[in-house]
């Protein structure tokens, strides 16, 4: 596994210009999702109605592949309903485990540009800091 | 001879010369020669029994082998005598036996300890725990950008209440050298006692703890060529001697009543049950490492390569070494940080280069806090580095804004 390769355009881009890195209006949920170990660290921020996530935001420190999972993930939930976007956590989680079907890396879209993070065990954590946090809000709601 | 630069050496460390990377993470902890990983494995194919306990033949090797080693121990930092050198785990443990004994039975209430913010954790965090258990109050010796501490600075803090003064003679993190002749001038001037952390000062520069007139110095063997799992506490004499125990049980007893217990003399007061003498062994063998090829042509040989790495990287555009902008006030610690690039991503890419740097906050996040910044990336020297791997090193650090996406 190459990690230069590992950086490829939809991380970079996601990580230099996100969509999502901005406070959103009338929140109702938030939580904060830290790794201790490498000190990322993001405040995840949902508007959620009638069990619909309507919008989504971040603010955060750390490395391209934290920031940009969390912004590829708003990407994807915002719009669905809160059982879709554990749906896909679950998928999110399984493709990091390497047991996810490529049905279902497809149905996690410009998500499964970290697919490789698999095979590297140092840089699990980052990418599913987003998630998990998203994970821990939904159970929440 | 004189001032030439000695060759790196690198054939005395397997290692290196197996390792297909470049190795720049020497502050994390040094690679070993030959000779102390011979030792190591000597102590247990030779000399394996529990030493200071028996009185049989391979004992008396053991216990030999464990207080000569103290003896090479004293001579390389000057220690005035053996019973001023106490092994313990590491550097973190030593600092922690003088927080526990010293501390906790020397300061009190109203009374002060100074901490210098560039402090590593590991003499940052015994002290908070001193200052929280007895209520004194705790002032952080603050440090301008280059890591310089001014003489005003250190009068400010050091008061006549002052009782502990905690500083490391070269930071981990900008590889700057205390003032620590004026700071302990200071400090003694006000009855107080100053712990010195020399985990990255002795490893690379010659240490007089008489010259000095050192209270307590700690340092690390892992990070002087010496195995993991041994630390040295040099303490003086008389303020050893007045010290409550650490741990306690074996080892460090004179007589054992039901209700009572009379404490070993020094140094062995403070070195509670079955010690690591394979691991001090080994430490002594890379002491004759160190007195063979010469600490001073040693820390030539580093200054050169720091100020090799120092002007290369500096130039590199969007990066900020962090520290002094005089390559000799660095002892071969370069701390960096790459404009809108996270360090983790900095190591990811060095590491895909064959490139060994450490990510982080250091252990150090107040200083880092106090330099305003969150985490860096960080390249340390030893003497066994060379120009082609530095050259390796900084052509990855000028490549990495690229490859994560910025137009330059
Ligand atoms: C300045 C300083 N102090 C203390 C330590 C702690 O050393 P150890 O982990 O060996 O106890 C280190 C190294 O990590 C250090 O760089």
Redesign the interface.
């Known amino acids: 596994m190459?990690?230069?390769n590992?950086?490829n355009?939809v991380l970079?881009?996601h990580?230099?210009n996100p969509a999502h890195k901005r406070e959103i209006e009338n929140p109702n949920f938030e939580l904060e999702g830290v790794n201790p170990n490498?000190?990322?660290d993001i405040i995840l921020k949902l508007r959620v109605d009638d069990g619909i996530i309507t919008d989504g935001g971040y603010v955060g420190?750390?490395?391209?592949?934290s920031?940009a999972s969390a912004d590829i993930m708003l990407d994807l939930v915002i719009g669905k309903s809160t059982e879709e976007a554990r749906r896909l956590a679950e998928m999110f989680f399984g493709m990091i485990k390497g047991t996810a079907s490529d049905d279902e890396i497809e149905q996690l879209e410009e998500a499964g540009a970290l697919k490789d993070i698999s095979h590297?065990p140092a840089?699990v954590k980052?990418a599913v800091l987003g998630w998990h946090t998203l994970d821990d809000i939904i159970d929440k709601v | 001879m004189g001032n030439s630069i000695i060759e790196p050496h690198r054939e005395d460390f397997p290692l290196l010369m197996s390792l297909d990377a470049a190795y720049l993470d020497n502050a994390a902890t040094s690679q070993k020669p030959y000779c102390v990983i011979d030792a190591e494995r000597d102590f247990y194919k030779r000399l394996n029994s529990n030493p200071l306990r028996s009185f049989y033949d391979l004992s008396i090797s053991a216990t030999d082998s464990y207080e000569n080693s103290r003896e090479n121990v004293r001579k390389f930092i000057n220690a005035k005598s053996t019973k001023e050198i106490v092994f313990t785990n590491n550097a973190t443990s030593s600092i922690n036996l003088v927080a526990y004994s010293y501390g906790l039975s020397n300061v009190k209430k109203g009374d002060r300890i100074v901490v210098a913010i560039s402090e590593h954790h590991s003499n940052m965090l015994p002290w908070q725990m001193v200052a929280q258990t007895t209520g004194a109050e705790l002032e952080y010796m603050k440090c301008d950008s280059a890591g310089v501490y001014s003489d005003e600075e250190i009068y400010r803090c050091i008061t006549p209440n002052t009782k502990i003064v905690a500083v490391a003679v070269i930071s981990n993190v900008t590889g700057s050298k205390a003032p620590i002749e004026k700071i302990i001038s200071t400090a003694h001037a006000n009855n107080a006692v100053v712990m010195l952390d020399g985990a990255q000062s002795v490893p690379h520069t010659k240490t007089d703890v008489q010259q000095l007139d050192a209270d307590f110095l700690a340092f690390s063997a892992h990070k002087m060529l010496g195995p993991m799992g041994v630390g040295v506490l040099y303490g003086k004499e008389d303020l050893l001697e007045k010290m409550p125990p650490f741990l306690r049980g074996g080892e460090m007893i004179e007589s054992v009543r039901l209700d009572r217990a009379t404490f070993a003399e020094l140094p062995h007061k403070f070195e509670a049950g079955t010690v690591n003498a394979a691991g001090v062994f080994a430490l002594s063998s890379a002491i004759d490492y160190y007195n063979n090829v010469g600490i001073d042509n040693m820390e030539r040989r580093e200054q050169y390569l720091t100020n090799y790495a120092y002007q290369k990287l500096s130039k590199i555009p969007h990066v900020n070494v962090i520290g002094s902008s005089d390559p000799y006030n660095h002892s071969g610690i370069l701390s960096f940080t790459i404009d809108n690039v996270h360090p983790h991503d900095v190591s990811a890419v060095l590491n895909q280069d064959n490139i060994c740097i450490r990510a982080g906050h250091h252990c150090a996040q107040p200083f880092l806090a106090h330099l305003g910044i969150r985490s860096s990336s960080r390249a340390s020297l030893m003497f066994y580095n060379t120009e082609e791997e530095i050259d390796k090193f900084v052509q990855s650090v000028a490549s990495v804004r690229k490859l994560m996406g910025y137009g330059d």
């Not at chain 1, 420190?61 to 592949?65: F, L, P, R, W």
Request: hydrophobic share 25%; with cysteine.
């Open positions: 190459n990690s230069r590992f950086y355009e970079t881009d990580n230099i490498c000190g990322d420190d750390g490395c391209a592949i920031q590297m840089r980052c």
